[in-house]
């Protein structure tokens, strides 16, 4: 099955500064990535996906991008806001599989 | 949230009681999930349900645990003789697959569950 990890487990940054929290896997065939926020005491919920037929996805200041012949992909996070603290995690399944999370990034932003 | 109604958002129970915990989801979702989280931890894989095919229970931590989904719809997660070490919030999750129609996984907001 799919294996999916993710680092680093804790990331703090200045307000302002960017983030970057990359993760790779293991199944050749997957081919749908998703990145999740989750704010202390609330569900995650997703914030950008990536699909295996383009590389890059941009939306507003967050930006994914997929190397899938290196089977990695990461998040980034520009003019990073305090807004912008809580748990990510990452994800990947093929179009029928099970959806594999990774062990989440703890982000810090300090004003 | 997003099409997901879990029940009760707060439980607690005894040591050695039994608990269910209840997710309603809306119609069209092909794969429903649970997960537990511990506080401050990550996301543990429990149970898939997936269309008509076998669960993918290789999540359940023991045999206390079983999960079922009636009519393809509403899952119950059950936890029987229920340990301290068994607090943590239960997250329901569903999501549409399919070659042509994937729909991210959305979840619900989870119940929260406390063993005295």
């Known amino acids: 099955g799919e294996n999916v990890e993710q680092h680093p487990s804790t990331l703090s940054v200045q307000e302002g500064d960017s983030a970057v929290i990359k993760c790779t896997y293991s199944?050749?065939?997957?081919?749908?990535f998703p990145w999740y926020k989750q704010e202390l005491g609330k569900r995650p919920q997703l914030i950008i996906d990536i699909r295996s037929n383009v590389g890059e996805k941009k939306d507003q200041r967050i930006a994914v991008t997929l190397n899938k012949t290196a089977k990695h992909f990461s998040l980034h996070i520009t003019e990073t806001q305090p807004e912008d603290s809580a748990v990510y995690f990452c994800a990947a399944s093929n179009s029928w599989g099970k959806l594999q999370f990774g062990a989440g990034t703890q982000v810090v932003v300090t004003p | 949230g997003a099409g997901v109604s879990q029940s009760p958002s707060n439980k607690v129970t005894e040591k050695g009681k039994d608990v269910e915990l209840r997710c309603d989801p809306i119609?069209?979702?092909?794969?429903l999930y649970w997960y537990r989280q511990s506080l401050g931890q990550g996301l543990e894989f429990l149970i898939y349900?997936?269309?008509?095919?076998?669960?993918?229970k290789s999540g359940l931590p023991s045999d206390r645990f079983s999960a079922e989904r009636t009519g393809g719809s509403v899952s119950t997660l059950t936890i029987q003789r229920t340990q301290q070490e068994d607090s943590a919030v239960y997250l329901c999750?569903?999501?549409?697959?399919?070659?042509?129609?994937?729909?991210?996984?959305?979840f619900g907001d989870g119940t929260r569950l406390s063993i005295l």
């Open positions: 999750a569903i999501e549409r697959k399919g070659p042509l129609s994937n729909q991210p996984q959305h």
């Open positions: 349900f997936q269309g008509n095919s076998a669960p993918d």
């Open positions: 119609s069209g979702h092909t794969a």
């Open positions: 199944d050749s065939a997957s081919n749908y």
